[in-house]
T-cell receptor, first 117, second 112 residues
Framework: AQTVTQSQPEMSVQEAETVTLSCTYD???????LFWYKQPPSRQMILVIR??????QNATENRFSVNFQKAAKSFSLKISDSQLGDAAMYFC??????????????FGQGTILTVHP | DGGITQSPKYLFRKEGQNVTLSCEQN?????MYWYRQDPGQGLRLIYY???????QKGDIAEGYSVSREKKESFPLTVTSAQKNPTAFYLC???????????FGPGTRLLVL
């Protein structure tokens, strides 16, 4: 079974600065997807970014980018030019592409990000 | 307006009572999921359905039941057998195997 670990329960950053959230995962599969979801105080889960394991290029979405290290099984999220609206709980998630996986997402425990003005 | 809707936003359950959480999507998505989130934790899968009239247990299905009579709807019933139902419940859906899951706004269930 796959596991996802987020070792930073809480992180903080000054507005306009850059912060990196860490995620590691354990799997024996070679093909899978990785995701970062954001959960603001409203508790709505919002997709931030997605990475396909077969792609060597790191995914980027505006101020959000990832550092995907497949061999190390590491998937960190970098938020540049942090904004007050970035404050939220961030979850790293793994999705197997195997036949019996049924698209299930395996989540880490989450990292609470605080943005200071 | 396309999306996933969940109702109610808050739900209160009395001891020994079954309650049903609604999840509806108008995205024409095939697969639908129910997750449970406990305070300070990630989400855990309760049930999922890939097609109408078919559903499978997830990691924590005990005390829950579901139905999938229509493609758009995937209601979750929290039965009296679920001894610790207080949690935040999230419904999700996706169009196909290669697609991303999108989530509804969630239902907060509290026990009186």
């Amino acid at each position: 079974a796959q596991t996802v670990t987020q070792s930073q329960p809480e992180m903080s950053v000054q507005e306009a600065e850059t912060v990196t959230l860490s995620c590691t995962y354990d799997t024996s599969e070679s093909d899978y997807y990785l995701f970062w979801y954001k959960q603001p105080p409203s508790r709505q889960m919002i997709l931030v970014i997605r990475q396909e394991a077969y792609k060597q290029q790191n995914a980027t979405e505006n101020r959000f980018s990832v550092n995907f290290q497949k061999a190390a099984k590491s998937f960190s999220l970098k938020i540049s030019d942090s904004q007050l609206g970035d404050a939220a709980m961030y979850f790293c998630a793994y999705r197997s592409l195997g036949g019996t996986s049924y698209g299930k997402l395996t989540f880490g425990q989450g990292t609470i990000l605080t943005v200071h003005p | 307006d396309g999306g996933i809707t969940q109702s109610p936003k808050y739900l209160f359950r009395k001891e020994g009572q079954n309650v049903t959480l609604s999840c509806e999507q108008n995205l024409n998505h095939d697969a639908m999921y129910w997750y449970r989130q406990d305070p300070g934790q990630g989400l855990r899968l309760i049930y999922y359905s890939q097609i109408v009239n078919d559903f499978q247990k997830g990691d924590i299905a005990e005390g829950y039941s579901v139905s999938r009579e229509k493609k758009e709807s995937f209601p979750l019933t929290v039965t009296s057998a679920q001894k610790n139902p207080t949690a935040f419940y999230l419904c999700a859906s996706r169009r196909s195997k290669m697609e991303t899951q999108y989530f509804g706004p969630g239902t907060r269930l509290l026990v009186l």
